[in-house]
């Protein structure tokens, strides 16, 4: 994302009968040396790295870039970068901030209600345990920002449409922080963090010689053990990134087609126009057509 983004939710008793609902999402950039939180919150979300806080609900904080420290009851200050994200318990204390150098970008759930707190008691989360390692999974920042724009556009039923989504997100949380799936392998840890990287990065295009150098990694043995895990080309990875992005716009937003191909990174409606309807059969606005 490019932008700042924060929502906070009124919760009806509509939303409380359905057992679960979120009270707020948002995304953060906070660079390097700028004060922290860098948006304003109520008085009941402030956060101060002297004071720290407690929330009454669920929150999961996903750190997609930099790095910076957390701490909690019971839970020793603990580094935290990117690629993780960590769960906030209602009524426990905490605090945490990016590193002063490195800064961090944030996206963060916040929810509850009488089903998810019979869930959460029995998955595989913990206060004493609040970390999850999500380097090699690729669909969380998809329902992350299907979730934003269903509250952007803020349709008839988008509370329980964004509800069901934090669902799947809490199953491949689960899924992974159980079973441990992720790849302890350092050639597909690179390759993991490069998916993570280009997942982040689908509204423009991406030079893969110098993700590759970032890594670190030379370019000829990064392309070749990207295609090995992936099956694909990064540059093909990515533009099925930014094809895939563009299909959830067009169904789940109300955005021209113009709009559209500048989200993605596409140099002209042309080009995007051509790519699309040779990955989809159709154009994007026949796709759309027949889609809603």
Not at 10 to 36: D, M, R
Not at 76 to 105: I, M, N
Request: hydrophobic letters at 35%.
């Amino acid at each position: 994302m490019t932008n700042n983004f924060i929502k906070y939710l009124n919760v009806s008793q509509t939303e409380e009968l359905w057992g679960l609902y979120l009270t707020t999402a948002g995304y953060s950039k906070v660079e390097p040396n700028q004060q922290y939180p860098n948006e304003p919150h109520p008085d009941s979300h402030k956060l101060t790295w002297n004071r720290g806080r407690i929330l009454n609900d669920y929150y999961i904080i996903f750190i997609t870039r930099g790095k910076g420290i957390f701490e909690a009851e019971n839970l020793p200050p603990t580094e935290v970068s990117a690629g993780q994200c960590f769960f906030l318990f209602p009524g426990v204390w905490h605090r945490y901030k990016p590193d002063v150098k490195s800064g961090w970008e944030e996206y963060w759930l916040g929810f509850n209600g009488y089903y998810i707190r019979q869930l959460m008691n029995n998955l595989n989360f913990h206060p004493a345990r609040p970390f999850v390692d999500i380097k090699s999974n690729k669909e969380i920042l998809v329902l992350l920002h299907r979730i934003f724009d269903r509250l952007k556009a803020a349709n008839l039923g988008y509370h329980q449409q964004i509800a069901g989504i934090t669902l799947q997100i809490l199953g491949i949380l689960n899924t992974i922080s159980k079973f441990k799936d992720y790849d302890n392998d350092p050639v597909g840890r690179l390759i993991a963090k490069a998916e993570f990287i280009l997942q982040e990065s689908y509204e423009k295009q991406v030079d893969v010689e110098e993700l590759a150098s970032q890594l670190p990694m030379g370019y000829s043995a990064f392309r070749k053990a990207f295609k090995k895990i992936t099956g694909v080309s990064p540059n093909q990875y990515h533009l099925n990134l930014r094809l895939s992005r563009a299909r959830d716009l067009l169904i789940n937003t109300n955005l021209n087609i113009s709009e559209i191909t500048h989200q993605t990174g596409f140099e002209s409606v042309f080009y995007f126009s051509k790519l699309f309807k040779k990955k989809n059969g159709l154009s994007p606005v026949a796709f759309r057509r027949r889609e809603t």
